[in-house]
């Protein structure tokens, strides 16, 4: 990974910025996301309006914050491009900018007299109009920091995610202290403006210097000065606040110290993805996405709407981040390994250190700029970033197995739940394109989530989860793995519903299971060694042909199905074939089976039913690994001590289209048809099956041939069967109008109808 970070580092992707986190003064620890959901609280505050005089211009922009105490931060304001704004004069005398949509809630209240206008409009325009135009700065302290970084500042923004809902549809903009000033900052070059140090008290050189930006009333008791209530004093006593309405809204809370979180902007290393977009998007071009709607929707639009990578964190453990810097000139550099340790700190044991932390920290490397001891920084970098280096860093590329390496990438095959759009598969994706501009892996199988049987999201709060050990003691593994891959398409949600599985269970394992039973069951009275015996076409019954040909079908079905990664598909040709080969062929064939001493069609029938059984287990040892190896171990390897020890370890079998026969499967096709119709028939005229009956007639174009008619007559218990192409003597049809349809339509011939 240093190593890839080092030519990331090269290729001048890699940059500190910084980034917005929910933070606790109090704690001085950032917390993720679950932790800040724990803790809000609803909080009475007061937020303010505020006018920033526009330069240049007798007029104000008027801006809204729920958070006065960002204020002496201010850099930037922001409109939505794409809604309405309007320059009015207000009856308080002042010229302002603002929401069109907003006006009445805001202004409204300046009318004082009955009838007077509370504003006029000067003028109308959409946000678009407004980008770029500068204000004067609301503070000093902000201006002077700006002035420092050689950076532009206190203009208008543009981005989609102001709204017109609250507010007067401009909002403040301070990079260091929220997730979309960063964000829309970073678009702009903003200057980095954090006047709160990191206990969460305004620093020095703002007028309000060791005030607390959000202390708790424990604080406050205790002598703490709140900068919310200093800020809109302020303001208003140079008459720049326009007004301090109050508001209610929950807001997070340290769940360890209860104190209320600020989002607060911490040094943090970013990969510049940016600049590597479009090869991104074309990386993903080359991707097989399964479905294909995943790698066009979800995963493109987040890679067409892609942020820089923050990749450092501020932990203990982890991979550490592999950057050292001067304290004194800033100059940094990037270790890409080993070796380049050990000569940049001029000290060759380096090159066998512990490459973690605490170890990795002691090494000091001299600056070459001043010739300073340069330190590692702090941080190390996000897991996320370990799991996309999988590829290279699990065979120690590039320092070893480049060979391996460059024979494997890109992967074959990948599959992981949807969760992983923006996780894996896209670590994954990244770090291939940065370091290979290829893609990492060829094919996605992109799963869904498995829900309760009523649709619901499992939780072990609602008590609907299922636990999965619970599941494979009481159905066990295969049945489990049969469900999944049969109940529906796997990048579908999945309702696990034990009803389905045991369905499955009993449909295909079941049948399988018994099938094979059976084999075992009438070999060992035979002592009958399938090596001994080959199968001989030429000699075989027609049940015979039909199975081989049905076999041959099916594996030429399920390699197909699962080569396109059709999941489902190869399950059903595999459940439909095990059936017919119980509820048909073995049915069919049992007496066989029972013939004394080992004729020709007694061997035929084993043999036939042998190579049935041992090919179907290899053809359904990927989905179903337990049931079919004990069928291979037991048919195969306790026979043939040279066969290959696991049905895994043999080679998925190959269809021998020479003994697919289409027409005779049709032929059978048709028997079965016929069979299930005529039971129907008996049903329905309450006949049962002992009870013989003297023929019946099939609709038919064509004749079967005499061997498919036994087994009809014999399967139906008629003594005779006839095929007739033409029916209508075996109908009548009698007429009788609908009243209802045909009335409005011919009306009076009617009667006429009636009597026809
Ligand atoms: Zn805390
Ligand atoms: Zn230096």
Redesign the pocket.
């Known amino acids: 990974e240093w190593w890839a970070l080092r030519t990331i580092w090269d290729k001048g992707l890699l940059y500190k910025g910084f980034k917005v986190v929910p933070y ?1 003064p ?2 001085g ?1 950032p917390l993720s996301s679950h932790e800040v959901a724990q803790g809000y609280k609803t909080l009475k505050e007061r937020s303010a309006i505020v006018r920033f005089k526009v330069k240049d211009e007798d007029a104000y922009f008027l801006a809204w914050t729920t958070t006065p105490w960002t204020l002496p931060s201010n850099i930037a304001l922001c409109v939505n491009p794409e809604d309405t704004y309007a320059k009015v004069k207000a009856a308080d005398g002042c010229i302002y900018y603002m929401g069109e949509a907003l006006l009445d809630t805001v202004l409204g209240s300046l009318a004082k007299e009955e009838g007077e206008k509370a504003y006029e409009v000067l003028m109308t325009m959409k946000g678009k109009d407004l980008e770029y135009k500068e204000y004067e700065p609301l503070y000093q302290c902000a201006a002077d920091v700006v002035e420092k970084q050689h950076k532009k500042a206190f203009f208008v923004y543009c981005d989609d995610y102001v709204t017109m809902s609250d507010g007067t549809g401009i909002v403040h903009i301070a990079p260091a202290f929220g997730e979309d000033d960063a964000r829309v900052g970073r678009k702009y070059d903003a200057p980095f403006v954090q006047l709160v140090d990191d206990h969460g008290k305004m620093k020095e050189g703002t007028p309000f210097a060791g005030m607390r930006c959000k202390p708790t009333e424990k604080e406050m008791k205790e002598g703490a000065v709140s900068a919310d209530p200093e800020v809109l004093k302020e303001l208003d006593k140079r008459g720049l606040l326009f007004a301090a309405p109050k508001f209610e809204h929950d807001y997070p809370h ?1 769940w ?2 209860n ?1 209320p979180l600020i989002y607060y902007a911490r040094e943090s290393w970013f990969i510049r993805m940016t600049a590597v977009k479009d090869d991104l998007v074309r990386n993903n071009q080359m991707i097989n996405w399964i479905p294909k709607s995943l790698g066009e929707g979800r995963f493109g639009n987040w890679l067409e709407n892609i942020q820089d990578w923050g990749i450092s964190r501020n932990r203990y453990w982890g991979t550490p981040l592999n950057i050292w810097e001067c304290p004194d000139c800033g100059h940094q550099l990037s270790v890409g390994s080993r070796k380049e340790l050990a000569e940049l700190s001029g000290k060759p044991e380096n090159e066998k250190i512990e490459l973690h932390r605490p170890y990795v920290d002691n090494v000091v490397i001299p600056c070459p700029k001043c010739g300073k001891d340069m330190h590692r920084v702090p941080e190390v970098i996000d897991c996320w970033f370990d799991s996309g280096a999988m590829p290279y860093a699990q065979l120690h590329y590039p320092f070893e197995n480049k060979d391996l390496f460059e024979k494997e990438f890109p992967a074959e095959f990948i599959s992981e739940a949807v969760d992983q759009t923006r996780g894996w598969f896209y670590s994954l994706h990244a770090e291939s394109t940065l370091l290979f501009n290829k893609p990492a892996y060829k094919n996605c199988l992109v799963l869904g989530h498995v829900l309760d049987k009523d649709g619901n999201k499992m939780s072990k709060s609602k008590g609907n989860a299922v636990d999965p050990m619970d599941a494979l003691n009481t159905f066990g593994a295969d049945a489990i793995r049969w469900y999944f891959y049969t109940n529906s398409a796997p990048w579908l949600p999945n309702r696990f519903h034990d009803k389905t599985v045991t369905e499955g269970q009993r449909k295909f394992l079941g049948t399988l299971w018994n099938t094979y039973a059976f084999y075992v069951l009438y070999a060992n009275i035979d002592e009958f060694d399938a090596t001994r015996y080959t199968l001989d076409y030429e000699k075989l019954a027609v049940m015979d042909k039909w199975l081989l040909s049905k076999l041959n079908s099916t594996v030429k079905a399920v390699d197909e199905s699962l080569g396109a990664y059709r999941i489902p598909e190869a399950g059903k040709a595999l459940e439909e074939f095990v059936d017919d080969m119980s509820n048909w062929y073995v049915r069919r064939s049992r007496t066989r089976f029972w013939a004394k001493g080992m004729e020709q069609d007694k061997i035929n029938a084993y043999m036939t039913l042998y190579t049935a059984l041992v090919t179907i287990a290899k053809a359904a040892a990927p989905m179903v690994p337990f049931i079919t190896e004990d069928i291979y171990q037991n048919l195969v390897v306790n026979l043939d001590k040279s066969a290959p020890e696991s049905v895994h370890l043999c080679r998925f079998p190959e269809a021998d289209e020479t003994l697919v026969d289409a027409g005779l499967e049709a032929k059978m096709d048709e028997v079965l048809k016929i069979v299930v119709l005529g039971r129907a028939g008996r049903n329905e005229a309450n006949i049962k099956n002992r009870q013989p009956l003297a023929g019946m007639y099939v609709k038919a174009k064509e004749v079967l041939p005499e061997f498919y008619q036994d087994i009809v007559r014999d399967e139906l218990n008629v003594r005779k069967v006839e095929f007739k192409d033409d029916v209508r003597e075996f109908t009548n049809y009698t007429f009788k109008p609908q009243l209802k349809t045909v009335g409005p339509k011919y009306g009076k011939l009617l009667g006429k109808i009636k009597q026809a």
């Open positions: 606790c109090s704690c620890t340290c360890r110290c104190t």
